[in-house]
């Protein structure tokens, strides 16, 4: 069999090739094709031409060693488009669903070409029978379903080099690699919500100037679109619904060419911007027992997925329909290499995984030394990658935050929560408030972790954008046609007197000194900040908190609106922030303040004071009227020392905060003598408020209604 680059085929020999390494591999003289499937009886390479819709040739598989089917094509080049047929019995209460009728992707697919065409011919079973997915179908799947293209994945990286920022100066931008784009005046069409678009010179300028160190991009991995959004005119926007792991999503390439993911890779590091990936190992495409037929479930159905006693059906930790086996030593390896291969081939700098409960979940349950973390912690090559957890899925033991390993960081929704209640001006709130201000130590500080072990975030991709959540009471998602039932219903939110949009001056006032309050409270926090993209610019979503299949203006980010003179405002707001952070290593210390730690004054490194001026009681603490504190940083304290041996010590800073509605006045420390205070931040201007005034010791400051007001101490 020979295949030119055009994907044309010949017939010709197979070989015997090797079971290794899995899926289809160009060595320079032609492709080894690996797949494993423990329980299957026979394995057909299926051949297409270049459209992807005429299939050209089968050839059987000829070996199978050590449960993997392989063969070698010697004359085979880049550019072959490819799938599999896999034969095997078809009992689905025995967990087994094979049927050779449907074309399957290759796991390991590199590239795929073309997508999911909803037909009832992608089923294995016949819609509408009475026996359902007990039945069988006999129909022909391949036109329906896109193809996987060998590729070359040789690439010169030239000068390229990751900018290993350390975890304790990384401030993360979540966005969409489309949607970020999709609307940026200065890029072509064709470039718009690709990776071109995104490494195009305006926007990397854009995130240069902005100050973040890490791009999160939401799901970037093939995926496809679920059948009941496609009947509805809809589509799967946010991408959590995985097709294949190694593969990035067609639509992302501009060209068609996945070197121009390295090459956006390669630009953003060449910016000091890492790149790190929201990855989906928990469960695919494939829903339940009444799902779609792609890949897994025809390959080994009872190998990949968990399933409960009764195999015909699938457990569901993930709430999806299913849920990956990663007990299973083959479904874990092709993790481990799917995070192999985008480290060290495409040089992403690190992870975020949804879900991320699922994959430490053992048959028992989880366990934070289960297979997963032991295969991480030891692959080669992976020590400089940065690891992100969403600690919880809907299993049972579901939420886990602060029970991941070392390494790890986890995003942490009890700061999310927190914050919006402070500032919401809910009672009761200070004592937590100080707890996540610090860093979250009662939820991280063991086994050695950092502060960085916390992701702060006031709002991420699923919920509000941080302009509806100062703007909308209740969530507004009938543009999903769900009857507005999908969403949180609570989202810790207030709209200051209007619902939505409105042009109320005073309305608008608060709302824009709310965002103000949130961004500074974010990166002024002990933790690693993560900034929603758009937040800096007053993006929003209509009120829509859950926008995942809105693959329309609603979610992509408006530049034009992020032209408007309030949200310029807020951006060079959001740009001095990030400044003031990195100029100040208080805001980011290397170790928990735990107030043990003195400097030269006496001064512990972190006191809590009342509006009194004295330090904060247990009577302070529980007053639940109360709605200001001042948090005292000592950057004079500690033995906080960078890796390079550079000191960090820092300024000593105090933070006001009042999520009052009055003004009212608090009195500056007494300490030490012979200083005073000067203003760094006040959130009731739209200025960052630097200035050269100071407030002597023991003064008392007018604290302004709703705002964050910090200071330096100066004269010591």
């Known amino acids: 069999m020979a295949a030119g680059v055009s994907g044309e085929a010949s017939r010709a020999h197979i070989w015997p090739g090797r079971p290794y390494p899995l899926g289809a591999t160009w060595d320079g003289r032609g492709v080894n094709f690996a797949l494993f499937s423990a329980h299957a009886e026979k394995v057909e390479l299926c051949l297409f031409d270049a459209s992807g819709r005429r299939e050209m040739e089968r050839v059987v598989l000829p070996e199978y060693t050590d449960e993997v089917w392989h063969g070698y094509m010697p004359d085979a080049v880049p550019g072959t488009l490819y799938g599999y047929r896999v034969y095997g019995p078809y009992d689905p209460r025995r967990g087994h669903r094979f049927n050779h009728h449907k074309l399957l992707l290759d796991p390991y697919a590199k590239a795929l070409t073309g997508r999911v065409l909803h037909t009832d011919a992608l089923y294995g079973y016949r819609i509408g029978s009475v026996r359902e997915d007990l039945s069988f179908d006999r129909r022909d799947s391949a036109r329906a379903m896109p193809k996987c293209r060998v590729i070359d994945a040789a690439y010169g990286w030239g000068e390229e080099r990751p900018p290993r920022v350390p975890w304790g100066q990384t401030i993360v931008y979540e966005t969409h690699l489309r949607g970020f784009t999709m609307l940026h005046p200065a890029l072509s069409q064709p470039l718009r919500g690709t990776c071109a678009g995104l490494s195009a010179p305006p926007v990397i300028d854009y995130l240069k100037s902005l100050g973040i160190t890490a791009i999160e991009l939401l799901p970037v991995h093939a995926f496809g679109d679920e059948r009941n959004l496609v009947s509805k005119g809809l589509h799967n926007y946010w991408g959590y619904n995985t097709l294949g792991f190694f593969a990035p999503e067609p639509r992302y390439l501009s060209s068609g060419d996945i070197n121009e993911f390295k090459i956006m890779v390669a630009r953003l590091h060449d910016a000091g911007i890492e790149v790190i990936l929201d990855v989906v190992y928990n469960h695919t495409a494939e829903g339940n027992q009444l799902g779609p037929t792609l890949s897994f479930r025809g390959i080994d159905n009872l190998s990949y997925y968990r399933l409960p006693e009764d195999k015909r059906y699938y457990v569901n ?398 004269g010591r």
């Open 317 to 714: 930790d993930t709430g999806t329909g299913n849920t990956l086996n990663l007990v299973h030593p083959r479904v874990l390896q092709m993790v481990s290499d799917s995070l192999r291969y985008w480290a060290q081939v495409v040089h992403v700098d690190g992870f975020r995984f949804d879900l991320a409960t699922t994959l430490g979940r053992e048959t028992y349950g989880f366990d934070t030394n289960a297979g997963f973390f032991d295969a991480i912690r030891q692959a080669p090559g992976m020590q400089h990658v940065k690891l992100i957890a969403e600690p919880w899925d809907i299993g049972p033991g579901g939420y886990q935050l602060g029970n991941f390993p070392p390494g790890w960081s986890e995003w942490n929704d009890r700061y999310r929560d927190t914050v919006r209640r402070f500032w919401r001006g809910d009672p009761g709130v200070l004592p937590e408030l100080a707890a996540r201000l610090s860093g979250s130590a009662d939820i991280f500080d063991r086994r050695g972790r950092r502060p960085w072990s916390s992701v702060n975030f006031i709002t991420a991709h699923d919920g509000f954008t941080l302009h509806d959540l100062v703007s909308y009471a209740d969530k507004h998602n009938e543009a999903n046609l769900e009857d507005n039932n999908d969403g949180h219903a609570e989202n810790l939110s207030a709209n200051y007197g209007v619902e939505g949009e409105t042009d109320d001056p005073q309305v608008n006032a608060v709302r824009q000194r709310q965002k103000r309050n949130f961004l500074a409270t974010l990166l002024i926090s002990q933790g690693m900040p993560m900034l929603l993209a758009g937040d800096e610019c007053d993006r929003t979503q209509g009120g829509n908190n859950n926008a995942y299949c809105q693959d329309t203006p609603t979610s992509w980010l408006d530049w034009e609106r992020a032209a408007r003179p309030e949200a310029r405002a807020l951006l060079e707001f959001t740009r001095r922030l990030i400044a003031l952070r990195r100029q100040h290593p208080t805001l980011r210390r290397q170790r928990y303040l735990h107030g043990r730690d003195l400097s030269e004054e006496g001064v512990r490194d972190i006191l809590w004071y009342a509006p009194q001026g004295n330090e904060m009681t247990p009577a302070h603490w529980q007053d639940p009227a109360a709605r200001c504190v001042g948090m005292l940083m000592n950057g004079r304290a500690g033995p906080d020392i960078g890796p390079d041996g550079v000191s960090l010590v820092d300024d000593m800073l105090l933070i006001l905060l009042n999520a009052g509605e009055n003004q009212l006045p608090f009195v500056m420390p007494k300490l030490p003598a012979g200083s005073a205070w000067r203003r760094v931040l006040d959130t009731s201007a739209s200025e960052l408020g630097d200035d050269s005034t100071t407030h002597a010791n023991g003064a008392a400051y007018d604290m302004p209604a709703r705002a964050v007001v910090l200071f330096a101490l100066v």
